[in-house]
């Protein structure tokens, strides 16, 4: 079965240039020239497999857009856009964006992205590891990582984590050391060479606010100063 996407793009041209490009990768390619036009497919179709989200398409922008996709989907996002400050990278990070590609950009860039995040969730299908990782101990804040069903566990329900945030938080419990920014850029994004450490920082603030009992006093993800993050598991 081809790997669903959908392209949310207001400039014609660039979302054709996309999805033939896509199409060539072998996805099937659902397009929307608006935020609400594709929030909308979403509800009457479910989510594709990842989407490809441009900042200013439409009267919705691209970050509110991101937050009602969150509410309810994990889908894999890359966004695209002509704003490429920090302040917009870390905005869109925040909203719950996996990657950032700033415009103008090359559409092999963009397939580039596209095969590494389908390696990514294709290590997380395949990971070997079968035992469950007990990450706090506490009876009334057990948290379970279980690698081999995807899953992690808050006193039994599910919580919602992305793919990019599901991977980092199982490189952090397997690796049993502290992996430094680059480290973590390189097993998660598989770009070491090419990314922004900013990423990192920005999704596993994301990932302390659902899994730490007090985000801001993190206990599980640890920041070594100078090295990078370790995972303290809470006995």
Not at 106 to 132: C, F, K, Q, S
Not at 203 to 210: D, Y
């Amino acid at each position: 079965m081809s790997t669903q996407l959908m392209i949310v793009e207001d400039d014609n041209r660039v979302r054709a240039a996309l999805r033939l490009a896509m199409e060539g990768e072998g996805y099937e390619v659902a397009e929307a020239a608006a935020a609400e036009s594709a929030l909308r497919q979403l509800r009457e179709r479910g989510a594709p497999d990842v989407m490809i989200i441009d900042l200013m398409s439409g009267g919705m922008d691209g970050f509110t857009c991101i937050r009602e996709i969150r509410r309810d989907h994990d889908v894999p996002i890359i966004v695209v856009s002509a704003r490429d400050d920090t302040h917009d990278v870390v905005a869109a990070l925040e909203a719950g964006a996996d990657d950032f590609v700033a415009k103008p950009f090359e559409v092999r860039v963009i397939t580039a992205r596209m095969r590494a995040l389908r390696r990514r969730a294709g290590l997380t299908a395949a990971r070997d590891t079968p035992h469950d990782i007990l990450l706090d101990a506490d009876p009334g804040h057990r948290l379970v990582l279980s690698p081999e069903r995807g899953t992690v566990r808050r006193c039994g329900a599910e919580l919602r984590l992305t793919l990019t945030e599901f991977r980092l938080l199982c490189e952090l419990a397997t690796a049993g050391r502290v992996l430094s920014r680059a480290a973590l850029l390189e097993r998660v994004w598989d770009r070491g060479f090419f990314g922004d450490e900013r990423i990192v920082d920005v999704h596993l603030r994301r990932l302390r606010t659902k899994i730490e009992r007090d985000p801001s006093d993190p206990r599980i993800v640890v920041t070594v100063r100078g090295l990078g993050y370790r995972l303290d598991p809470q006995r």
